[in-house]
């Protein structure tokens, strides 16, 4: 099932089934980005972006702590608790969430997290809790993403940070020219890193490709919508990073998916 018409609910059952079945296949990536050097980049990346409110909590004697959000098979999970956070990770997936809990005791035995298996719109956690929220290829997904924005703020405790990190991914649906330099820098390149048992299967993107036409964001040029969304939801600063991409992704993923690069949006509340 597929297309515009679908209700909220059934394209959420829809959503949640698909990234269920794939948990193993993107787990598999997770652990192949656990093992080397692009573990290393994206911690660097968010201990920047935290910078500010592990200084504080620290000044205050207390541990931060920090909400994964559609935490998948926990790869931020997994760095947030080797940064010192005390982590809640949350995702639709039960299967993700399994797959999350089996990465984090393989990476980090003695790490403190506790997992989650709910509705992002909707998350069984009090007001002004986390001092930061963090998400990774996430907030396309959403059915409702001005909702989501605004519950995830909901969790955040004033001065508290949201950092997601996200790209216009299925925007070539929706753009030619997007699709053109998609196709022409793919047949150019080969994506490296990522072992094919961690890849969709053919049949899998294109049914991604199917749930993407009912997502509201596909067709939607981001970041500024997020920044105009924060703002409008009352954060006391947001801002883009639009050159994330250049300092997260190896040379070999920049060639890759050079025609929808991953942005960086950060909110204070």
């Known amino acids: 099932m597929a297309g515009k018409d679908m209700t909220s609910e059934v394209l959420a059952q829809e959503l949640n ?26 911690k660097a990346a968010l201990a920047q972006a935290a910078e500010d409110v592990l200084r504080e909590a620290r000044a205050e004697g207390r541990r931060p702590r ?10 931020f999970s997994v760095l947030l608790a080797e940064m010192g956070f005390a982590v809640d990770a949350v995702d639709a997936s039960e299967t993700m969430i399994a797959r999350a809990q089996d990465n984090l005791l393989h990476a980090l035995p003695d790490g403190v997290v506790t ?114 969304t924060l703002a409008d939801l009352g954060v006391a600063q947001c801002r883009a990073d639009e050159d994330a991409w250049k300092r997260v992704w190896s040379e070999n993923e920049q060639l890759y998916y050079g025609a929808t690069p991953m942005f960086m949006v950060e909110a204070v509340k």
């Open 115 to 228: 997992f989650h298996v709910c509705d992002l719109l909707s998350l069984p956690l009090a007001n002004d809790m986390f001092d930061l929220c963090v998400s990774r290829n996430v907030t396309w997904l959403m059915r409702h993403p001005r909702e989501a924005y605004a519950e995830w703020l909901r969790v955040l405790k004033p001065g508290g940070k949201l950092v997601a990190y996200d790209a216009n991914w299925y925007r070539y649906l929706v753009d030619e020219e997007v699709a053109a330099k998609r196709t022409a820098d793919q047949k150019a390149h080969v994506l490296e890193g990522w072992d094919e048992d961690a890849q969709a299967t053919s049949d899998e993107e294109k049914r991604c490709e199917e749930l993407a036409r009912s997502l509201p964001l596909t067709a939607v040029l981001r970041p500024s919508w997020d920044l105009e």
């Open 17 to 42: 089934a698909y990234w269920s079945r794939r948990a193993q296949s993107y787990s598999n990536g997770v652990v192949g980005e656990l093992s080397d050097q692009r573990k290393d980049t994206w």
């Open 66 to 75: 920090a909400c994964d959000l559609g935490c998948g098979p926990g790869f």
